[in-house]
C-alpha cells in the first residue's frame, strides 16, 4: 500500500476587488482532499475534487481546489492571517497528510496618483482688489 504524498500544496496570494482567490492542492494516493483555514474545517461541499494520473509517471493523483472570498479574508484581518492548509487522506481519515500553510490576504487598494490643482484654462484667473494696506498710496497733489 503507497503512501500518500502532497505533491502541491496551497500557494499564498491575495484576493483582488470581489474576485474570489483559488486554493489548489495535489496529492498521490489520496482518495479525499479537504481544506482547514484558521482553524475551521471549509464545508466538503464547496471542494471541488477531481481525480487524475500524471501522464509522465502513470500515477494517481487527487487534485482539490477550493475559492477563498473576500469576506473570508477580511473577517479577521488585519489582527489574524487567513491561513488555510490541504489535508489529503485515503477513504479513512487514519492515514491523513497536511501540507504546508498557505496564506490569503486582500490586495492592497490602488495607489492613489496625487493630482495638482490646477485652473482649467477656460476660467480666468481670480483679480484680486487692490488694497490700502498692501501697497502704498502714489498720489501726486
Known sequence: MEEVVVVEGPSSGYVVKNRPYL???????????RFK???????ESRIENKLGTDPST?????EGSVEISRAEVEAGFPMEDFSCQCYASRTSDSDVVRSNPARVKPASPP?????????????????????????????SD
Open 111 to 139: 495607489r492613489i496618483r496625487k493630482i495638482h490643482a490646477r485652473r482649467p484654462s477656460h476660467f480666468p484667473a481670480l483679480q484680486m482688489p487692490e488694497s490700502p494696506f498692501l501697497a502704498p498710496n502714489h498720489r
Open 58 to 62: 502513470q500515477m494517481a493523483f487527487m
Open 23 to 33: 486554493l489548489s492542492c495535489k496529492a498521490l494516493n489520496a482518495k479525499k482532499i
Open 37 to 43: 483555514c484558521n482553524s475551521k474545517w471549509i464545508d
